[in-house]
Structure formats: C-alpha cells, structure tokens
C-alpha cells in the first residue's frame, strides 16, 4: 500500500503573483472547479485580505468547490486571519494557511522583530486560526535560509499551537536538492512532535530547482508538495505541478507514495491557465510543452514504430493529450457541443451563456471547419469575458493594408457604454490599431510583449495573442483569440486595458 502525497495547488495565490497573470474572480472559479475534476486535495484559492477582489474569489471558490479543501492565506496577523475565516465561511472543507518569516534576514530587515517576538506571534497565528477550523497549516517563510535549531523551535510550538500541517518554503529558491531533502529528514527527525503533523514544501525556481528540491524532499519524508499549473508563480514561479505528479507515477520505482490525480486532466488545466492568465507553454515545456511528446529524428521515429518504450517514458495519454482531437464541425449540434465542453470540465450556469458560446461556435466553425478542444477552450475564456462587465468592448475594426500604402486601421470601441471611433496608420495593421485603440483611451502605457501563437495546425487556425503592458508600474497580461491575427491582437489589448481598469479598484499590498 502506496502513502498518500498530498497535491496543494497554489496557482490561484502565489501562481497569481506573476507579474501580469492577475485573474478575475469568474476565471478563478474556472480554474478552481478544473482543478478539482483533477482531483487536486487542497486548492489556495488567493489570500483574502490583500484586497476585496481577492476576498470574493476566495469566497466564490470555497462557495463552489466541494471535493478539494480550499485554502486561503494570511499573514500572521489578526486580521489577516479573520478575514481568511470570514472567505472561507462557505466552504465544505476550509483550510487557513499562516505565515511568518523565521530567517535572520527576514526577521531583521522585512519584520523588524525579535526571533522571541516571531516564535510569540507564530504561536498566537496558529491558535487563532484554530478558532476557525481544525485544519491549520503553518509556514516559516524563508525556512530554506532560517537557522536551523530556531526553526525547530517555531515549528515545535506551531504543531503544539494547533497547526496539522507544516509547509517549508523555499521562498526565494535558494536552496539545493540534496540539502534540502537533508534539511526535511533532518527537521521530521528531530522535532519531538513532527509525528502530530504532515510536512509539506514550497519550492521557488529560481536556480531552475523548484522541482528537484520538491521530489528531494518526498524522497526524505515530506507529504504534500505545493505547486502550480505549468509552474507559474513569483518571479521565476513555483514548482510544476504535472513536473511533480508525473515524476512521482513514472518512477514509483523509487516513490514510495504517489497522488490521487487524475492525471488525464493535466493537458487540460495547463491549457486553461495558459489561456486565462495569457502566459504561454514554452513548446519543450516538460509534459505539457507542444513538442513534450513529439519525435522529429527518423532514429527516434523508427524506434517508436517499433516499440514505444524505446523513446517514451510515459504515454501522452495519461496526461491527456490524446484527448485534443477534432471532434466538432459546422454540422455539429447543440447537444453534441454542450456535451464536449461538459467532457472538457466547462458548464454554463445560465442558459444564455450556453446559447452565447454555441453561436460563436457555430460561427468559428463556418470559418474554420475543424474544431479542436483547444479552439472550444479558446472560444469558453472568450464567451466568459464577453459576459463581464467590461469598461472596454471592441465593436468592429477595420484594417487596410497594401503593397506600397501606409497601413491604417479604423477601430469602434464602446467604453463605459458609449460608442467611439478612431482611426490610425502605423507601420503595420496591428501596429494601427493600437494606435487608433490608445488614441480613445490615452492609457499611456508601456507595451512590453507582443506574441502571436497558433492554436491548431494550418492557415485557418485561431491566432493566440498575448500582450503585456506595463501601466504606470503595475504590469497586466491580455490574451485575444480570433482567426484573424488583427482582431485577435486588438481583443488582448482591449482584455490587457481592462484588466489594468479592473486591477485599479482592487489594490494588491505586498505580502
Ligand atoms: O514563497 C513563500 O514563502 C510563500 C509562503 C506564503 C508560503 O509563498
Ligand atoms: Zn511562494
């Protein structure tokens, strides 16, 4: 009998602390309930007290989601703790997540407090998420760089105070895997009471480690892993969750525990965070990446025809990539779109919303005749953004271009209700459109990336663009989907400017 390794997904909170990946409540939820059809145990869904926006995704989460725990985060702070408490009401099953620096530069610099006034407050954090709910988890922030036998103290106290789950963070991915599985066997072994408690970890990437220090600490006794959807997380992000999931199955030689995920649901979730928070999947992206399971030397080939263990040490898919086939065109009907969307883990709670998606069904497949899970992906994000209410909405545009001519672009957008039109030249379509779109805004930001992708194979694909823009210091990505590049390039700067508009009534504290 395999021990359990407990999956903690934290795309919704620290995955979110990307710069540019904010997400709104409505795409939060939809990642949350994809999360939970993996069968992910504990989902942090944000961290409630950093802003109202964060409090009622936290809220709509813990509302919507009855087979994962929800999670939300909180300083170690009255408030922050109440506020966790009041987000979580909802939920089935609830869980707080305190935390508080214990390395000597954290507690010096960032806190400005004795290691006594940190082991007093830890202490305090822990009992007062207790009042709340059994389920408190606890993490010494910075534990990668804390001195060890105060680490062993705090976290002594905050499993005697109440916490059943002790997270080691490697906050700023300092660490190396065969250190930090030391320090985890180290910790369980001389902690009297670490048996009252599971201990979990936290890795960030900034040495490209994150993962490799994860599965060094499994290896020596740690039981939940805290992870993110294609890794995403603070500046270099957090460990891959589909990284850790997959290595722990592949080599149970080795893994004396495994997860309870439905790992046929990975392509899926990495494609839907790729989509909402407008990051893509680099394409030698482990497991998830394009070209992950993808031969292109004839030796490789012929070995796979032969035999496909020869190159392949799992099967695509069990992590659901077999699952991208075509599978509707123009002659499909409403009941067999409904039905392959419900498949892919997306339901409309109002029946508008259905009828909204399948029109632009139905008019994507007249233009393209061959749709893949990925356009219907697509075609979802966009039918849930066009049903927000969004300050900015594109009209129609027109965009002209010649051999020997000055491009120009003539764009309708309705902002705040009212209709208004522009027009520009530039030194290409998109380039005008911008123009003309920045010209009825006058946002005066910065753009910092401009990616095209696209989302199936062939000249009739959708184009997927991304763009970054940085406006006044707060940096947001916008995603557009069309099969025209230009509409598409307009819709993800129209989504980016949206979301700066969004972002400026919910005010993100450093944490
Ligand atoms: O990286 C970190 O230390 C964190 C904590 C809040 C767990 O994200
Ligand atoms: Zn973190």
Redesign the pocket.
């Known amino acids: 009998m395999q021990e359990k390794l407990i999956i903690f997904d ?1 795309t919704l ?2 995955g979110e602390q990307s710069p540019g990946a904010s997400m709104t409540r409505d795409e939060k939820l939809h990642i949350a309930k994809a999360l939970e059809k993996m069968r992910v145990d504990i989902i942090e869904a944000g961290f409630p007290i950093a802003s109202e926006g964060d409090f009622e995704s936290v809220k709509a989460v813990a509302q919507t989601v009855t087979d994962s725990t929800v999670c939300g ?1 909180a300083r170690a702070l009255d408030k922050d703790i109440d506020r966790a408490a009041e987000a979580l009401k909802p939920a089935q099953s609830p869980r707080i ?1 305190t ?1 508080l620096a214990t390395s000597a530069i954290h507690m010096r610099e960032k806190l400005r407090m004795s290691p006594e006034q940190v082991l007093e407050h830890a202490i305090h954090a822990v009992k007062r998420a207790r009042r709340y709910t059994d389920n408190v988890e606890f ?1 010494p ?2 534990a990668g760089r804390s001195d060890f036998d105060f680490l062993c103290r705090v976290i002594e106290a905050a499993i005697t105070a109440g916490a059943n789950t002790i ?1 080691i ?3 700023v991915g300092y660490n190396l895997p065969q250190f930090f599985g030391e320090l985890i066997k180290r910790l369980m072994n001389t902690i009297p009471n670490a048996d009252k408690a599971i201990f979990s970890v ?1 890795c ?1 990437n900034d040495l490209g480690l994150a993962v490799g220090n994860s599965l060094a600490a499994v290896l020596n006794g740690a039981r939940q892993v ?1 992870c993110t959807i294609n890794g995403l997380g ?1 500046r270099a992000g957090n460990a891959a969750l589909e990284e850790i999931v997959m290595a722990v199955r592949t080599r149970n030689d080795v893994f004396t525990c495994d997860t309870e995920l439905d790992t046929t649901q990975i392509v899926h979730c990495s494609r839907l965070v790729s989509t909402i928070t407008g990051f893509p999947v680099q394409p030698n992206k482990a497991i998830v990446g394009a070209n992950a399971f993808a031969h292109e030397s004839g030796i490789h080939q012929d070995g796979i025809l032969k035999s496909r263990e020869t190159y392949e040490i799992m099967r695509a898919e069990d992590v659901g990539w077999n699952a991208n086939r075509m599978v509707l065109g123009k002659h499909s009907g409403r009941n067999a779109f409904s039905t392959r969307l419900r498949e892919l883990g997306f339901s409309f709670s109002k029946e508008e919303d259905l009828n909204a998606a399948f029109l632009r069904f139905k008019a994507l497949a007249d233009k393209k005749h061959e749709v893949y899970d990925d356009d219907l992906q697509a075609l979802v994000s966009d039918t849930v953004k066009e049903g927000m209410d969004e300050s900015i909405k594109l009209i129609s545009l027109k965009a002209m271009i010649e051999t020997g001519e000055v491009p120009t672009a003539s764009v309708t957008l309705s902002i705040n209700g009212e209709e208004q039109q522009a027009q520009a030249e530039g030194s290409g379509p998109v380039d005008a459109a911008f123009k003309a779109i920045e010209s009825m805004v006058n946002s005066g930001c910065d753009l910092q990336l401009y990616s095209v992708n696209s989302i199936s194979n062939g000249t009739d694909s959708q184009g997927e663009v991304t763009v970054r823009i940085d406006q006044a210091g707060r940096i947001v990505n916008g995603l557009g989907i069309d099969t025209d590049i230009v509409i598409a390039s307009a819709k993800a700067y129209i989504s980016a400017l949206n979301k700066v508009i969004d972002y400026q009534e919910r005010a993100h504290p450093q ?1």
């Open positions: 934290t909170r620290d985060l997540h935390f993490s922030e910075d997270n963070p490697d906050t936290h960030h805290e603070e944490i």
